[in-house]
């Protein structure tokens, strides 16, 4: 744990499809400069708790606090809370008419209102750092699927976030692509970025996170430190489920 601060705090967390429960009594803290890595099966409720924490979707019981505010407060303005907790998705949703470095000015430019060689200098800093500071006039369209998700993610951290959620952002990717991408998430881990990540990259998992959160069901089956989890699971499922990745 790198800080006793709590960012966030998920509190008995319900959510419900048609009736089916999706999440079903979540409770868990992120601490600031945290990385917390949620792994579970498909369908489990990885990808909708990360929507829950970003307001895409309604929560049927429980709280969600961020910075010590309730999220659940209908008064709450989504648009200035996903400034502050940053999204990067499956798809990069770039927008293919614009170029890479129109993509990420009009975020902060737009909805931040701050100034456009203010955020070109940080846009071409971050760039700089994913290796892509030459692509900035390029379109989508000439970008490959590792390109476009790094773009994504500096899109993402030019709105000056405190909290990152990536959502399994290689999953559409080759598997040569991967690695460029992860490299980056690294990266942010090292300089303190407190992130929630949904993936099922085992190896990336365990040299990246501060603390493995196992969901099954819609439950936390097992919370551990990342070695205890892949050497010593504490529960059946989760054995069952590293057996798949041979661990």
Partial sequence: MKNNEVLIK??????????????????????????????GPSGCGKSTLLRCLNGLENIQGGNIKFADKSLTDKSVNWQEVRQKIGMVFQSY??????????????GPT??????????????????????????????????????????????????????MLFDEVTASLDPEMVREVLEVI?????????MVIVTHE???????????????????????KPDEFFL????????????IFQY
């Fill in 10 to 39: 998920i509190n008995d967390l319900h959510k419900e499809y048609s009736q089916k429960k999706i999440l079903n009594g979540i409770n868990l803290d992120i601490h600031k400069g945290e990385v917390v890595v949620i792994l």
């Fill in 93 to 106: 949703d770039l927008f293919p008419h614009m170029t890479v470095i129109e993509n990420i000015l009009l």
């Fill in 110 to 163: 737009k909805v931040q209102k701050r100034s456009k060689d203010e955020v070109m200098k940080q846009a071409e800093q971050l760039l700089d750092k994913v290796g892509l500071l030459d692509r900035k006039n390029s379109y989508p369209r000439e970008l490959s699927g590792g390109q476009k998700q790094r773009i994504a993610i500096v899109r993402a951290l030019c709105m000056n976030p405190e909290i």
């Fill in 186 to 194: 690294l990266g942010l881990a090292k300089q303190g970025m407190t």
């Fill in 202 to 224: 085992m190896n990336f998992a365990q040299s990246v996170a501060d603390k493995i959160v196992f969901i099954d069901e819609g439950k936390i089956c097992e919370l551990a």
């Fill in 232 to 243: 010593n699971p504490k529960t059946e499922r989760a054995k069952q489920f590293l057996n």
